[in-house]
């Protein structure tokens, strides 16, 4: 099931433009973490890719100020989901490998909101779980979020208007009730993760699209991930869409380009071709 989730089809890639990151408080205040350009590939569903890595990843970041010039290049490998990353630090001027890029090590640009492994719901090795397919079941999904992800300027969806204290704007949001996948991982013994267990609904028609719920070392419900999923028509893929993370037990939340009509553009493959994965030219 993981690696149908992981093989599943969200066109041969894309490029996304001024993708935006917000934290936001329970009191409500919204905190710009991240701008970014982002050039995502699926060699899995490209025909002319011969590469051995199911998903990759260059993100460029353009704000905020602490952040901006910093670049990120990501590739996990089929064979065994090994994750190679690099970064470059304007404030150092060095490219570096970034072996912490993975696992439970907490995102900075999301605020330390959400870690690695949570990209996607799901994304990297898998062994430190012991993973059982539950089961199929009904349960509502965020789906079609045209609202969310293509706002109408008075519509009220707007990024200004869609982040509200504790959880996005309901009314920005639709739900739909779906058969789903139910996948539950559980921490093996010896092993350390922030996350004991962790549940996932993947979608049964398309399997990047879902809901993730992760507990804590007690046993309480903790984080739950959710991709609030629209058409992709430009980059010819079903499931794109903004993921949110919600904290329930500090009521923090935090959302990739909610509100913001990022126009997801075709994938061009000399932005990732291994030319251009080396130091020289992240530098």
């Not at 990151?21 to 025909?47: Q, W």
């Not at 893929?237 to 904290?247: K, M, S, V």
Request: aromatic fraction near 12%.
């Amino acid at each position: 099931m993981l690696w149908n989730k992981d093989s599943a089809y969200r066109g041969p890639g894309s490029v996304r433009m001024g993708l935006r990151g917000r934290y936001v408080k329970p009191n409500g205040e919204v905190i710009l973490t991240s701008v970014l350009n982002m050039a995502t590939h699926y060699p899995f569903a490209d025909p002319r890719s011969k590469s051995d890595t199911i998903y990759q990843y260059r993100n460029e970041w353009t704000g905020p100020t602490r952040i901006a010039g910093m670049i990120t290049v990501l590739a996990d490998g089929t064979k065994d989901l090994q994750r190679r990353a690099l970064t470059y630090q304007p404030s150092t001027r060095r490219v570096r490998l970034a072996p912490d890029y993975a696992a439970d090590t907490p995102v900075s640009a999301a605020g330390g909101s959400w870690v690695y492994d949570d990209d996607g719901l799901f994304a990297g090795k898998r062994d430190r779980y012991d993973w059982k397919l539950i089961g199929k079941k009904e349960v509502y999904l965020p789906y079609n979020n045209y609202r969310l992800s293509y706002p109408a300027p008075n519509g009220g969806c707007t990024e200004k208007d869609a982040f509200v204290a504790n959880h996005p704007k309901p009314e920005c949001i639709r739900w739909e009730l779906h058969r789903v996948w139910h996948v539950q991982a559980t921490l093996k013994d010896g092993r350390r993760h922030v996350y004991h267990k962790r549940d996932y609904f993947f979608d049964e028609d398309i399997q990047s699209v879902g809901i993730a719920e992760n507990y804590d070392q007690a046993g309480k419900l903790w984080r739950m991930n959710m991709i609030a999923s629209v058409p992709a028509y430009e980059a010819l893929a079903p499931g794109y869409g903004e993921q949110i993370t919600l904290d329930l037990q500090t009521g923090i939340y935090f959302g990739v380009s909610i509100g913001t009509g990022i126009r997801i553009q075709p994938f061009d493959e000399n932005l990732l071709n291994s030319a251009n994965m080396t130091t020289q030219v992240i530098k």
